[in-house]
T-cell receptor
Framework: KQEVTQIPAALSVPEGENLVLNCSFT??????LQWFRQDPGKGLTSLLL?????REQTSGRLNASLDKSSGRSTLYIAASQPGDSATYLC??????????FGQGTELSVKP | NAGVTQTPKFRVLKTGQSMTLLCAQD?????MYWYRQDPGMGLRLIHY???????AKGEVPDGYNVSRLKKQNFLLGLESAAPSQTSVYFC??????????????FGPGTRLLVL
């Protein structure tokens, strides 16, 4: 059974700092991996989608990497801003298109 | 293009009452999903549908039923609500690979409190 773990559960950093969020999964037979952002009381917004054949994806200040063999993905946020404060969720697509979610990392960026 | 919408946004039920949550999408997606989100548990799949007229069980289906009579709508029903079903419910639809890469679009959520 696929399990997705995110570490740390919560993170607080000063504005301007670069940071890394970690995601690990137990079954490397994934279709792809997706990072989401969730603001308090809101739904999920897709940030980056990495196909299983890819090693990384970039969007603005965000960079996500994927290492299937080790069962790991990282989300790198450069020059963090208070507006980046949110919960970041990692999810893997198994065969059949089902998403398995991690529990999320709650990020707080202090001005 | 409204994306994925959910009705209602918030509801309070008494134990034993029934209700239906409505999800609608205007992107012509075949696949739709219902999740629940609980503190410390992440999002868990309740039921899903791969097309009009189809439904399938997810990870935590007990106590819920679903119907997909129309492609754009996916209904989640609670026949006899229990306090353990207090949660935030999210609906999602999936964009297929051929349309720019698989990704799921989420609705804003329905907060349900069962007393």
């Amino acid at each position: 059974k696929q399990e997705v773990t995110q570490i740390p559960a919560a993170l607080s950093v000063p504005e301007g700092e670069n940071l890394v969020l970690n995601c690990s999964f137990t079954d490397s037979a994934i279709y792809n991996l997706q990072w989401f952002r969730q603001d308090p009381g809101k739904g999920l917004t897709s940030l980056l989608l990495i196909q299983s054949s890819q090693r990384e994806q970039t969007s603005g200040r965000l960079n996500a990497s994927l290492d299937k063999s080790s069962g790991r993905s990282t989300l790198y946020i450069a020059a963090s801003q208070p507006g980046d404060s949110a919960t970041y969720l990692c999810a893997v697509y198994n065969q059949g298109g089902k998403l398995i979610f991690g529990q999320g990392t709650e990020l707080s960026v202090k001005p | 293009n409204a994306g994925v919408t959910q009705t209602p946004k918030f509801r309070v039920l008494k134990t034993g009452q029934s209700m239906t949550l409505l999800c609608a999408q205007d992107m012509n997606h075949e696949y739709m999903y219902w999740y629940r989100q609980d503190p410390g548990m992440g999002l868990r799949l309740i039921h899903y549908s791969v097309g009009e007229g189809t439904t399938a069980k997810g990870e935590v289906p007990d106590g819920y039923n679903v119907s997909r009579l129309k492609k754009q709508n996916f209904l989640l029903g609670l026949e006899s609500a229990a306090p353990s079903q207090t949660s935030v419910y999210f609906c999602a639809s999936r964009r297929p690979l051929a349309q720019g890469g698989e990704t799921q679009y989420f609705g804003p959520g329905t907060r349900l409190l069962v007393l």
